[in-house]
Every structure is written in structure tokens, then in C-alpha cells.
């Protein structure tokens, strides 16, 4: 199929898009249309587990408008994404510079050809250049794996407008000229770098709510991990759809159901959930809706083996191939092997892990014979296989070492397992990442195989 272009799709039909995942996980704008006159600066934090330190890790964003332009709002974002697809159809992601005309951006989003849209554009195109971000522990540069302790940057570094006239007997507007932006140098190395999502656009642009159309890109991101979430009710609220603090529980309920019920009307969540944990403390509980029909069902089976691919490293082009050509139970029982290896450290993949992973698929490598049940229960409940439990029994070794462990103090464990992942390999650390996020109950026994080979290395080097 060949690659689609601004010149031969239909944008008003558009629907194959794709978000930042760096700049879908807090709001970059206020939910106003307008921001108050004396407002320069908004910020949104949460807290994550980081899985290096085994420390809670603070996350915060700043953002800073111009004192011309001021703040961006909830239809410069839709702008913000807008080109975000217009780069993926002109270059695929691999030249910052871009150009287009205001004309795309608003048949995208299907706003009206009219003087208002065309000014808009421009307005928003002039903010965003005015817009500077500061990430505190929240820019994750993807070609590492890591967290950047303060990153500041902008989102536009130049941009050209084109100019245009009013018809006034047709009411039409004539562009003269295109209009280009160049991105931010390490925006777009984001961008680059493959750290993106695919996102329905056709779905975004239906939704009417801002707070529904911010709800619907964090929690597709989200989803990708589990199809299941519980959110603290006041950090989703507050620091995810940017809802006001000063808002009580029942203030925040009220004002999220509107856009929630967007989400669930268009069948993209079950009904939410509110739980009370403890006095004035909420939680609430998202998942995603299981769509009826067989054929949804297999589309979204293969996209997430296609995802299961992606997250080892595999290319996308080949991880489609693969869920395409060979069957899904034998797919999933491969990538079950494939991490207990990596757990274990083994030598087999230590050189090329996806290209031993492809090769496993393709030549239908075989596990050992007393794994295969359990790989068998895995592939019959298509779960998301990162890890299943140790290959083989543990050695008499092995055994010893986990009396030692159970000698120690929680606090010494955890001092362990820090130093364990420490020394871990990137492929180990890259798959405890992910158990983490996705709050898988291997994690302990992933845990516990990077503390054994932790403790045989160690003993291996004081012999």
C-alpha cells in the first residue's frame, strides 16, 4: 500500500493518526477557550514508582506563554495535534520543517473555511511559537529509557504563515501562499525517535468536550499497558484533564461525567467507577470496553500482538508481518520464551535479542519440556506475556540463594534488588519497566530471577 500524502488523503475523513506520547500524558493548555488575562504560567505533577530506584519519583510540568500570545487553550491543541498529523503525511516523521495550508489544518479538524478559521490557525500558530515548556523528571527521552531530570524547550522554533483573502460576494477565502513551521530540535527527536502512538483520529475529532478529547488520548495511551485502570480521582482530574483544584469530590464527578459519557457513548470505556478509599480520599476506576462483534475482537488481538512485538524492539514493519503470517498462539508462546531468557540473562539472546526473537517465531524454536504448560495457559488466556515463571527448577544453588533471602529484612531485599537492576542488562530493565506499568503480578518473579543472577555473579567473582 502506498505511503498516504497530503496530496491524496482526504483529510476531512482522516482517521490513521498518530499523538505524542510525550505530550499526551499532562495537558499542555487550559480547558477555556480563553485564558485569564493575569494567568502566565500553568503546571500539572503526579507520582510514579521509578523503577531504578525503587524511589517515588515526582513528575511536573510548567507552562509559559508569551506575553503577546499568552497561554494556549483547549482549540490550540486540537491545532497542536493537527500538525502533529500533517508531519506524519508530508515526511513520515523525518524533516522538522514542514509545510502546509491553513485550509488542511481546519478540513483535520473540521472546523469551517471561514475568515474565524483562518485567523484561529493563525493565532494558534503564533502561541505556540511563544510557548515554552519546562519538564521536571517528566521528559523521557525515549533513545535511552530515561527519565531527563529538567528539560525546557519550546514547540515551534520557526514558523511562516501564508496569506489570505476574503471573496466578499462568494464568502470564500483565497490562500496565496502555504504557511510552514520547523519543530523544536528535541520535540521532534521525539517524534523521531519513534516515541508515538496511533490515535483515531475520526474519534478525536467527533468528541465536543475538550476533557473528553484529552481523556480519550491519556487513557489510549494508558490502555496500550492494561485494558483496566484506577486512577486517584483528583490526580486524574486535576493533573491529567486539567479540571480546577480548587473543585471538591462531588465538584469533579459532576463536571468529569460529561465527558466520560462521550467516551463510553462512542463505546470506547465501560461505565467509570467511583471508590471511596478512605474520607476525602476517591479513587476511579477506568476500563476500556470490549467491542462485541468477532471481527473487532481479532483487529484488536492482532494490534495487540503487534504491540507486544513493538515493546521488544521489534520494527514495526516486521512485527506486522509477523502477526500476519504466522499463527497467534505460536506468536505468544515465542515472546513467554523469549522473556524467561531474558530474565535468566541467557547467552542465546545476549547479541541480538529481536533478531533471536524473529528467528525463534519463524524457525518455531522450542522451549524446555517442562514449561510448556505453562506457556500452553498463558497462550489460552491472550494475556499480554511478559514472563512466565523459571524455565526449569532451581539448582541446588539456586535454592541456597533463596534461603539467603529469606534471611534478610525488607529493607536489605530492597537494597538488593536496587543494586541488582543497577547491574542489570538494558533488555532486563526495559522489561521490568514495562511489568511495572503495567502492574503485572510476574513482577516478583521477575524480581526475583535479576536478584539471583545478582547473587550468583556476585558469588562467582568473591570465588
Request: charged share 30%.
Amino acid at each position: 500500500m502506498p505511503r498516504k500524502t497530503l496530496a491524496n488523503t482526504a483529510l476531512s475523513d482522516f482517521r490513521d493518526g498518530r499523538d505524542s506520547n510525550q505530550l499526551c500524558e499532562f495537558p499542555l493548555a487550559i480547558l477555556a477557550d480563553t485564558a485569564p488575562a493575569n494567568l502566565k504560567t500553568i503546571e500539572f505533577e503526579d507520582e510514579i514508582d521509578d523503577w531504578s530506584t525503587g524511589k517515588r519519583l515526582k513528575r511536573k510540568v510548567s507552562i509559559t506563554g508569551s506575553d503577546r500570545f499568552g497561554l494556549p487553550t483547549a482549540k490550540d491543541e486540537d491545532v497542536l495535534l493537527a500538525l502533529i498529523q500533517i508531519t506524519k503525511l508530508s515526511n513520515d516523521f523525518t524533516n522538522p520543517e514542514v509545510k502546509f495550508t491553513k485550509r488542511q489544518i481546519l478540513d483535520l479538524l473540521g472546523w469551517s473555511s471561514t475568515g474565524w478559521g483562518y485567523q484561529r490557525v493563525e493565532e494558534s500558530l503564533h502561541r505556540w511559537k511563544g510557548v515554552s515548556i519546562h519538564y521536571f523528571n517528566a521528559w523521557r527521552d525515549n533513545t535511552n529509557k530515561t527519565w531527563r531530570n529538567s528539560v525546557a524547550l519550546g514547540v515551534i522554533e520557526y514558523t511562516e504563515i501564508e496569506k489570505y483573502s476574503m471573496d466578499r460576494r462568494s464568502g470564500t477565502v483565497r490562500a496565496n501562499t502555504t504557511s510552514c513551521i520547523i519543530w523544536n530540535r528535541k520535540l521532534f527527536e521525539s517524534l523521531d525517535s519513534g516515541y508515538v502512538k496511533k490515535l483515531d483520529f475520526a474519534v478525536y475529532r467527533s468528541l465536543k468536550r475538550p476533557a473528553a478529547k484529552r481523556a480519550y488520548r491519556f487513557l489510549d495511551k494508558r490502555f496500550f499497558h492494561s485494558p483496566t485502570w484506577e486512577f486517584d480521582l483528583k490526580t486524574f482530574a486535576c493533573e491529567k484533564l486539567g479540571l480546577s483544584r480548587s473543585y471538591d469530590t462531588g465538584q469533579l464527578k459532576e463536571r468529569l461525567k460529561p465527558a466520560l459519557d462521550e467516551l463510553h457513548d462512542i463505546g470506547f470505556i465501560e461505565p467509570v467507577k467511583f471508590r471511596k478509599q478512605r474520607p476525602k480520599h476517591w479513587t476511579i476506576a477506568v476500563s476500556k470496553k470490549e467491542h462485541a462483534t468477532e471481527a473487532a475482537k481479532e483487529s484488536n488481538e492482532t494490534c495487540t500482538l503487534v504491540q507486544e512485538l513493538l515493546a521488544r524492539e521489534i520494527g514495526e514493519a516486521t512485527a506486522r508481518k509477523l502477526a500476519k503470517d504466522f499463527p497467534e498462539d505460536l506468536i505468544r508462546e515465542k515472546i513467554a520464551f523469549f522473556d524467561q531468557l531474558v530474565a535468566k540473562n541467557d547467552k542465546r539472546i545476549s547479541k541480538n535479542p529481536p533478531g533471536w526473537l524473529i528467528t525463534a517465531i519463524k524457525r518455531d524454536f522450542k522451549s524446555t519440556k517442562g514449561d510448556k504448560k505453562k506457556l500452553a495457559r498463558a497462550v489460552r488466556a491472550k494475556t499480554p506475556v511478559v514472563l512466565q515463571a523459571p524455565i526449569d527448577p532451581p539448582s541446588q544453588e539456586d535454592a541456597e540463594l533463596l534461603m539467603s533471602l529469606s534471611d534478610l529484612s525488607p529493607e536489605e531485599v530492597a537494597e538488593l534488588a536496587s543494586r541488582a537492576l543497577a547491574s542489570a542488562t538494558r533488555l532486563q530493565r526495559d522489561t521490568y519497566e514495562r511489568l511495572t506499568q503495567n502492574g503485572s503480578q510476574l513482577l516478583v518473579e521477575f524480581r526475583q530471577q535479576l536478584l539471583l543472577s545478582h547473587l550468583r555473579s556476585t558469588r562467582s567473582r568473591v570465588a
